[in-house]
């Protein structure tokens, strides 16, 4: 909270938003902009998309906001982190992880791009793998392997395999650190998913479009899951952020003028 003010400022292609720097591309510019990447070759690609409680999070402990900014792309997933920008005069696109997941699996069947699933639980990774070949029945789908783990998990195959796309869903930041950890393990894109599996395979069922357009999944995916509401914290506690740095900022303004 005693970072620059207002606490958002340009920093080449990134907007940094109380020091978490965010890539504010629209969902299908990302999509073709790691598209062109992997076709370049490139590997080790970290994707995070951190939702309102990942940025109050890192708003609270420096180490969370180091992890993020390890990423080549951390993208605007939840309504709050987008009217956080807004409040001081940008624009982030919402991109929620689950869509950026999929387009990306949808890519990849297009491209011939390898596609592997890490994390949740084994029934679940399962189903969300059947469900996603079902939708894109030219993907290369290399593998899955579920998240509760000791070690290192599936390191040695994903070596063997080196997929194209590594989707990890254990959520934050255990799946952040997980990725970064292993981020030379031969996979091109290796991107934190959270509860996409979850969505996939049926066991969460996504919110109406209508809500999604609203802004108001966060609270959607609560009623679905009730282990979710006690992350609810995180709204009021953005809201409370974006009110004082808002307030700080129009004062110092108004001191200078």
């Not at 609270?60 to 992890?67: A, I, M, N, S």
């Not at 084994?122 to 189903?127: A, D, F, S, W």
């Not at 894109?136 to 000791?150: D, K, N, T, W």
């Not at 395979?201 to 899951?225: H, I, M, T």
Request: aromatic letters at 10%; one cysteine or more; glycine letters at 10%.
């Amino acid at each position: 909270m005693k970072g620059p003010t207002p606490p958002i400022r340009r920093r080449g292609e990134h907007l940094e938003l109380w020091g978490v720097r965010f890539t504010p591309l629209p969902l299908l510019d990302l999509v073709e902009e790691l598209r062109r990447r992997l076709r370049e070759g490139k590997r080790g690609i970290v994707v995070f998309t951190p939702d309102a409680r990942g940025l109050s999070l890192a708003i609270l402990e420096k180490e969370l906001r180091t992890l993020l900014n390890a990423a080549q792309y951390v993208v605007c997933d939840g309504i709050g982190v987008s009217l956080a920008a807004r409040a001081f005069g940008e624009q982030l696109p919402r991109v929620a992880g689950v869509d950026l997941a999929w387009e990306l699996c949808r890519m990849a069947a297009e491209e011939g791009f390898s596609v592997y699933l890490l994390g949740a639980r084994p029934e679940v990774v399962k189903k969300a793998a059947v469900a996603l070949t079902g939708a894109f029945p030219g993907l290369r789908l290399v593998g899955y392997h579920h998240g509760f783990f000791s070690g290192e998990g599936p390191v040695e195959e994903l070596r063997a395999l080196s997929p194209e796309i590594l989707l990890v869903g254990m959520g934050f930041p255990k799946q952040e650190r997980w990725i970064l950890a292993h981020r030379r393990c031969g996979a091109g894109i290796l991107m934190g998913v959270g509860s996409t599996f979850d969505i996939w395979s049926g066991r969460l069922p996504r919110a109406p479009k209508w809500v999604r357009k609203a802004g108001f999944e966060w609270l959607w995916r609560a009623f679905q899951d009730p282990r979710r509401v006690r992350k609810l914290w995180a709204v009021p506690f953005l809201l409370g952020c974006i009110a004082y740095s808002w307030t700080r900022w129009r004062v110092k303004v108004l001191f200078r003028s």
